[in-house]
């Protein structure tokens, strides 16, 4: 661990800049219709303290989050730093999800209206049909049970073991989606990726027939190229950057 | 004074906060999509008088200002404020549902697009398939007669007969939500509408896959949430109606 001891309210450039890239994540993720009510949470590693993760605290809308909103916990579920409260259910998710995957800097969850209707429906398999989805080949899980949200750390922890080893993205049944990633834009562009396909995978299946399968072979080479931080993922990023400093610049607070 | 009321008099604030809460819960409802045409209402026992209730005249919602709601009693006179007409579906719904139910403070009626869709089903079962669907369990009612509009007391009754929980799917028409505040209605016919649009897109793409009974039954009481979560999942939205249409529905 490289942990160095924190005094509340110190922030520096690396967690401001990590602060400002979450607030975002929020501001779009609800541009683009993914919350549900006021629930669910993102969540990420502060900068140079591997046990210390930013999280949006309960009783905010994703529209009117601040860098500064955000709160600091650890990865035992203990309360850091911020005024506000976090909700059970972020906390666990998050603090166990972080500790079980030291490699995953940014961990999102959302109750996305296509992918969580994908995690309704019985028995349902992400198919490798659109060029899309390639990017989350070999790196899917399922958990194909309820067990209840996640308000507890056994819970938390189960659904950590879940998510795997060098997954992305996790289904949780009757509940919704869990991304993974090294990066905020990572871990986003995987959110986006995933309501996508899973909408596009619904529409597709309308038509009546069976899906085109893309070759194996090939899936997994664009799940390679698509590893860590892709290009695109930076550039989807940055372009909703923009349109923020230019719609709604109070992000950054 | 010993005098003892045979009404409490009611307070010329609660009643002023009444019709603050209940124009604020017709502009958010506009916001989110759930009035169809110039249709729905909702309505509120005015504080302090049990037998009159707080209603909508016919028109838009996101139009809708505090002092133009009108007050009328359960025989239909009207006794205060409020401008236009007053839909006769909606007083022979509002009164007849009030009457049935004096803990209904709050009686939403509206014809929201996903929820109502489901009205349309043969079989409108929500289902337990998924976690926000939960706080629903056991907590709602399907209606599944449809005799043309409620335009007398008879149909009224009926229906407020039938709707004998917080949430009643109406055969062929739509929902009505119950319930004791304003911020708590608000927040139940909000995930009710988020979560028959998530079953609308499931079933599109299979059988819904229910959660276990004994789970469903323990989280069922935990996601009828908290108070003070109700309070700043209203005052959120609140704040976000204020911010951008201002003041207008306090006029």
Not at chain 1, 148 to 167: F, I, T, V, Y
Not at chain 2, 99 to 112: C, E
Not at chain 2, 123 to 148: C, K, M, V, W
Request: glycine share 8%.
């Amino acid at each position: 661990m490289s942990t160095v001891a924190r005094h509340p309210g110190a922030v520096d450039d690396a967690e401001r800049q990590a602060r400002c890239e979450l607030a975002a994540a929020f501001r779009i993720a609800d541009h683009l219709g993914w919350q549900e009510g006021m629930g669910n949470h993102f969540s990420m590693v502060v900068p140079g303290h591997d046990n210390h993760i930013l999280i949006n605290p309960y009783g905010l809308l994703w529209e009117e989050i601040t860098a500064s909103d955000l709160v600091v916990i650890d990865t035992d579920g203990n309360h850091v730093a911020g005024e506000r409260k976090v909700d059970s259910t972020a906390r666990w998710i998050h603090a166990m999800c972080h500790k079980a995957h030291p490699e995953a800097k940014v961990i999102l969850h959302t109750h996305a209206p296509w992918s969580t209707a994908f995690t309704m429906a019985e028995g349902s398999v992400f198919e490798f049909s659109h060029q899309t989805t390639m990017r989350f080949y070999g790196k899917i899980a399922y958990d194909r049970e309820y067990h209840g949200p996640g308000d507890n750390k056994d819970e938390g922890a189960r659904l950590a073991s879940m998510l795997g080893e060098g997954n992305i993205a996790l289904f949780l049944a009757a509940h919704g989606v869990i991304t993974a990633g090294p990066s905020v834009a990572a871990a986003l562009y995987s959110m986006f990726a995933i309501e996508t396909c899973c909408r596009r995978q619904a529409l597709a299946k309308q038509f009546g027939d069976k899906l085109f399968q893309i070759d194996p072979e090939i899936c997994a080479a664009g799940a390679k190229r698509h590893e860590g931080t892709s290009f695109n993922a930076r550039a989807f990023l940055d372009a909703h950057l923009r349109r923020l400093d230019r719609t709604s610049p109070d992000f950054r607070d | 004074m010993f005098t003892t009321a045979l009404r409490a008099e009611p307070s010329a604030d609660a009643v002023r906060q009444a019709r603050l809460d209940l124009a604020a819960l017709f502009r958010l409802g506009a916001r989110a999509g759930w009035q169809e045409g110039c249709g729905g209402h909702i309505s509120m026992v005015v504080p302090g008088q049990p037998d009159r209730i707080l209603v909508n005249t016919y028109g838009r919602w996101e139009l809708i200002t505090a002092s133009g709601l009108a007050i009328v009693d359960f025989d239909g006179n009207r006794q205060d404020g409020g401008e236009g007409r007053i839909d006769p579906a909606a007083f022979f719904i509002h009164a007849r549902m009030h009457r049935a139910h004096p803990d209904a403070t709050v009686v939403l009626h509206s014809h929201q697009p996903y929820a109502t869709a489901l009205a349309m089903l043969k079989d409108p079962d929500l289902g337990i398939a998924y976690q926000t669907s939960l706080r629903f369990y056991g907590h709602i009612a399907y209606d599944s007669e449809y005799n043309g509009g409620v335009l007398d007391d008879a149909e009224g009754d009926r229906m407020a007969s039938a709707a004998s929980r917080p949430i009643t799917f109406l055969s062929n028409h739509g929902i009505m939500v119950t319930g004791p505040t304003v911020p708590q209605v608000y927040e139940m016919t909000f995930m009710l509408e988020e979560t028959a649009k998530r079953t609308f897109l499931a079933r599109q793409m299979g059988e819904l896959k229910p959660v276990r009974e004994e789970v469903a039954r323990h989280y069922a009481s935990r996601f009828r949430q908290s108070t003070a979560k109700t309070a700043d999942f209203w005052d959120s939205f609140l704040q976000l109606l204020k911010r951008d249409e201002g003041d207008g529905y306090k006029a």
